[in-house]
């Protein structure tokens, strides 16, 4: 089984909030990534969008390109519709030798609308998780056969969020449609991610990884607030600095044979939360959790991995 450890830009720089790391340069980000320790990094809104720019780039720091997000639009255009619109983003991911494709639904989402509560995220109905899903499944199949996996992104405030979500989202797609288990938004929406990777281990495709601050959210959902206000207000962090277990996260990875990448993934201010040390610490759990499920990772060695252990210490209590 073999591992490789990514980062997402978002926690220098959040493209749903600018006013959050708007002024980071981008080689700060790439600089900070691959101080780290990270293989490879996801695309944000301030990278070259070009492939003939965009791998020198990377390369000039060491570091591959995991994917990116793309925002699907399937409850409003068809398959053909989509493919088309996809084309710029998956000529990139194919020139970047990406191997993975992001979707999410966004034509009735509400995560990036600040002043609209959680408690409006979109729901479907029989017949409309019919449609979807068989839209879904045909989009996911071109993406197949392009050479990539397709991996939906369940995520608060949108169509696929809580557990009947998913059901109904699986029940509604073929096999060819893969998730991102991302395990800050399956918690914070009412999943099980371990249960979710042991339920459906032909479905996970990709991993994204943020802690959650269970007390946070319990204020944003009070409030009747927005995802934006509870990104704002901290509900989410780096593994090892928050609830989740992740030493089972990774056992539960290692038991189904997880193969590929495992992004650090963590909405924050960057003002308040550092991004380099938040990043270092996220990455060092999971190293040393995934260590010790038996993950092979292709960018460190588990012999290597006390005094990263030692420095994540250190890192934890310093946040």
């Known amino acids: 089984m073999s ?15 600018p006013e959050l790391g708007g002024d980071t340069p981008l080689e700060t980000i790439l600089a900070d990534a691959r101080d780290i320790g990270f293989a490879g990094v996801e695309l944000g809104g301030k ?11 990377l390369a000039g720091y060491g570091l591959d390109l995991v994917g990116g997000w ?13 493919i088309a619109a996809a084309q710029d983003h998956l000529a990139l991911l194919k020139a970047m030798g990406s191997r993975v494709f992001v979707h999410a639904e ?12 959680l408690s409006r995220t979109p729901r479907l109905d029989a017949a409309a998780w019919r449609a979807f899903g068989a839209r879904v499944s045909g989009f996911a199949e071109y993406v197949q056969s392009q050479g990539l996996g397709f991996a939906y992104h ?6 696929v969020e809580g557990p009947g979500d998913l059901e109904a989202f699986l029940g509604a ?3 060819a449609v893969g998730l991102t288990l991302d395990t800050g938004h399956a918690s914070l929406g009412g999943l099980d991610p371990l249960a979710v990777i042991r339920d459906h281990p032909r479905r996970i495709v990709h991993v994204h990884c943020k802690d959650i601050r269970s007390e946070v959210f319990s204020g944003v959902r009070a409030r009747d607030a927005s995802f934006l206000e509870g990104v704002l207000g901290g509900m989410f962090t780096v593994p090892g600095d928050g609830a989740l277990d992740y030493g089972a996260v990774m056992r539960a990875l290692a038991e189904i044979g997880y193969a590929g990448w495992i992004v650090v993934e963590a909405e924050q201010d960057p003002s308040v939360a550092d991004p380099r040390k938040y990043g270092e610490l996220g990455l060092r759990t999971l190293q040393r959790e995934a260590a010790d499920a ?6 460190a060695r588990k012999a290597d991995l006390r005094e990263a252990d030692l420095r994540a210490d250190g890192l934890r209590d310093a946040v």
Do not use: C
């Open 173 to 175: 797609t073929s096999e």
């Open 47 to 57: 990278f070259p969008r070009d492939a003939s720019v965009l791998k020198p780039l």
């Open 154 to 159: 369940h995520h608060l405030g949108t169509v």
């Open 3 to 17: 591992i490789r450890f990514g980062v997402s830009p978002i926690a220098w720089v959040n493209d749903d909030m």
């Open 294 to 299: 038996g993950l092979s990772d292709d960018g």
């Open 106 to 117: 966004t034509s009735n989402a509400i995560h990036g609308q600040r002043q609209t509560p």
């Open 70 to 82: 793309y925002s699907g639009e399937l409850l409003t255009r068809d398959v053909e519709a989509e």
